[in-house]
Nanobody, 125 residues
C-alpha cells in the first residue's frame, strides 16, 4: 500500500483547504481509509474515516466542517476542510487498511498499518 498526501498549507482562521491522498495497493473491495492528524506535543488522532461499506465517521471536533470522500476511479482520498481554526493546525496523515470480506468492525476504531508521509496544515488567527 502506498499513500501520498498533498494539499497542505497555511491559511487564515475561517479559511478552507482540500487535502488529497493518492492511494494505491489497497483492496478495492474491502478497505478502511482515513485521515488523522497530530499537533505538536499531542498524540495522533483520527478525524475522518470511510469504509468500503460506505460508512463515514467524523471526530466531534470536525463534524460539520470537514468532509471525507473517495474518488474510486482515480484512487484519491480527499479531505475538504472548511471553517478552519487555529486548533486545526497539525500534520495531517492519510491511512489505509485492508479488511476481510464480511468484516463488521468500525474503521474509526481500526488499527492502521499503512500511512502516508503527512502534509502540514497551519491555521493562523
Amino acid at each position: 500500500v502506498r499513500l501520498a498526501e498533498s494539499g497542505g498549507g497555511s491559511v487564515q482562521d475561517g479559511g478552507s483547504l482540500r487535502l488529497s491522498c493518492a492511494a494505491s495497493g489497497y483492496s478495492r473491495r474491502n478497505y478502511c481509509l482515513g485521515w488523522f492528524r497530530q499537533a505538536p506535543g499531542k498524540d495522533r488522532g483520527g478525524i475522518a474515516t470511510i469504509g468500503s461499506d460506505g460508512d463515514i465517521r467524523y471526530a466531534d471536533s470536525v463534524k460539520g466542517r470537514f468532509n471525507i470522500s473517495l474518488d474510486a476511479t482515480k484512487n484519491i482520498l480527499y479531505l475538504q476542510m472548511n471553517s478552519l481554526k487555529p486548533d486545526d493546525t497539525a500534520m495531517y496523515y492519510c491511512a489505509a487498511e485492508n479488511t476481510r470480506p464480511g468484516w463488521a468492525g468500525s474503521c474509526a476504531r481500526l488499527s492502521y498499518n499503512n500511512w502516508g508521509q503527512g502534509t502540514q496544515v497551519t491555521v493562523s488567527s
